[in-house]
């Protein structure tokens, strides 16, 4: 049983444009959320991350919302550039500093010039 | 370097031979987590570390695989007599509060 879910597998926008990458979790536990970027052959980079008690963090060009009610989150990145083309995993946590992840199966972003 | 290092970087081996793959965290993370990840899947929790604590074996897929952090530094991750079903990258990732630090991860491939 999958708890955290990213249901399209890729993404293909217009530099430029916006990009929104959506995650939907099961597990009302959950407490708190990232997103981490990755490239090939290189091991997963921290992105952005959300509390709970939050329903907006943005950081530049990124942004994440969370809706607590739908259990449903999104990363938007604007304006998209093509070094942002990577594949992107949500992952989320229960309360406690340290305790493991729970990774959706990740979306590949492409993003054309 | 201040971040997560894993070595080696790339792993062949034969079926049923074991395997020892290690991660040096980022100083003064209590915290050491492994994860793997294989072909078209997300990352797959496998054991964590927390200072002195028990470590949460609870991700580790059979017996064959194992697990040991000295201190709050280096960890190595064993797999004995390994199957073609572990075939995946492994990844370590370190923390001290909410956010967890990856390393570039071990790619193994087992013929």
């Known amino acids: 049983d999958q708890q955290v879910k990213q249901n399209s597998p890729s993404l293909s926008v217009q530099e430029g444009r916006i990009s929104i990458l959506n995650c939907d979790y099961t597990n009302s536990m959950f407490d708190y959320f990232l997103w981490y970027k990755k490239y090939p052959a290189e091991g997963p980079t921290f992105l952005i991350s959300?509390?709970?008690?939050?329903d907006k963090n943005e950081d530049g060009r990124f942004t994440v919302f969370l809706n607590k009610s739908a259990k449903h989150l999104s990363l938007h990145i604007v304006p998209s550039q093509p070094g942002d083309s990577a594949v992107y995993f949500c992952?989320?946590?229960?309360?406690?500093?340290?305790?493991?992840?729970?990774f959706g199966k990740g979306i590949t972003l492409s993003v054309r010039p | 370097g201040a971040g997560v290092s894993q070595s080696p970087s790339n792993k062949v081996t034969e079926k049923g031979k074991d395997v020892e793959l290690r991660c040096d965290p980022i100083?003064?993370?209590?915290?050491l987590y492994w994860y793997r990840q294989r072909l078209g899947q997300g990352l797959e929790f496998l054991i964590y570390?927390?200072?002195?604590?028990?470590?949460?074996k609870s991700g580790l897929p059979s017996d064959r695989f194992s697990a040991e952090r000295t201190g709050e530094s280096v960890s190595t991750l064993t797999i004995q007599r390994t199957q073609q079903e572990d075939s995946a990258v492994y990844l370590c990732?370190?923390?001290?509060?909410?956010?967890?630090?990856f390393g570039p991860g071990t790619r193994l491939l087992v013929l």
């Open positions: 570390f927390q200072g002195n604590s028990a470590p949460d």
């Open positions: 992952a989320a946590k229960p309360a406690g500093a340290n305790s493991k992840l729970t």
């Open positions: 959300i509390s709970s008690i939050k």
């Open positions: 100083s003064g993370h209590t915290a």
């Open positions: 990732a370190s923390s001290h509060g909410e956010t967890q630090y």
